[in-house]
């Protein structure tokens, strides 16, 4: 993997729908109005990329765990679709949602995967290494493209400081 420092975790989701609408303009120009697909309780910040980048969000509905539903999400998946996003954990309920399933999914259909892990990546692998039963959600996960962790939550840096990580 490799990446980069950010200013944030905004910046950090800013620049992944950022690199998804370069990529499609490279490999996929025919896709003229690009989309991402994404749950209803992802970050407030990819509506801020979308605006920024000319992507429209196609927002997922959730099922009764607060969770993506992978019917809802698999759904609204198209020919202009750039990227798919899921949390780990999210935002507003802080469950994560079924990365492995998700994973699978973008894999199948050639598409990006971003995880937002700005709460759970400075967690996440602790409760791992304390023996806590943690689904998988990071790079060991095929299909899995990107993920952007907050340092500044739990990671003991000061605020504005998040990295966006890149499978390859």
Same mark, same amino acid.
């Given at each position: 993997?490799?990446?980069?420092?950010?200013?944030?975790?905004? @910046?950090?989701?800013?620049?992944? !729908? *950022?690199?998804?609408?370069?990529?499609?303009? *490279? =490999? =996929?120009?025919? /896709?003229?109005? %690009?989309?991402?697909?994404? %749950?209803?309780?992802?970050?407030?910040?990819?509506?801020?990329?979308? @605006?920024?980048?000319?992507?429209?969000? =196609?927002?997922?509905?959730? &099922? &009764?765990? #607060?969770? !993506?539903?992978?019917?809802?999400?698999?759904?609204?998946?198209?020919?202009?679709?750039? #990227?798919?996003?899921?949390?780990?954990?999210?935002?507003?309920?802080?469950?994560? &949602?079924?990365? @492995?399933?998700?994973?699978?999914?973008?894999?199948?259909? *050639?598409?990006?995967?971003?995880?937002?892990?700005?709460?759970?990546?400075?967690?996440? %692998?602790?409760? @791992?290494?304390?023996?806590?039963? !943690? %689904?998988?959600?990071?790079?060991?996960?095929?299909?899995?493209?990107? /993920?952007?962790?907050?340092?500044?939550?739990?990671?003991?840096?000061? =605020?504005?400081?998040?990295? /966006?990580?890149?499978?390859?």
């Amino acid at each position: 993997a490799c990446g980069t420092m950010t200013s944030g975790g905004t @910046e950090s989701l800013l620049l992944a !729908v *950022k690199m998804a609408r370069d990529h499609a303009r *490279k =490999k =996929k120009p025919w /896709i003229r109005r %690009p989309n991402i697909v994404l %749950p209803r309780s992802a970050h407030p910040a990819f509506d801020k990329a979308g @605006e920024y980048f000319g992507v429209a969000l =196609k927002h997922a509905a959730l &099922d &009764d765990e #607060m969770r !993506v539903d992978m019917k809802s999400l698999k759904k609204l998946v198209d020919r202009n679709t750039v #990227m798919v996003v899921a949390s780990a954990p999210q935002y507003p309920h802080g469950v994560m &949602d079924p990365i @492995e399933q998700v994973g699978a999914f973008a894999q199948k259909k *050639k598409l990006l995967f971003h995880v937002d892990a700005c709460v759970g990546g400075m967690v996440l %692998p602790f409760l @791992e290494k304390l023996g806590q039963p !943690v %689904p998988a959600w990071d790079f060991r996960v095929p299909g899995v493209t990107t /993920i952007s962790a907050d340092l500044h939550k739990y990671g003991y840096t000061a =605020k504005g400081a998040s990295v /966006i990580m890149h499978r390859n």
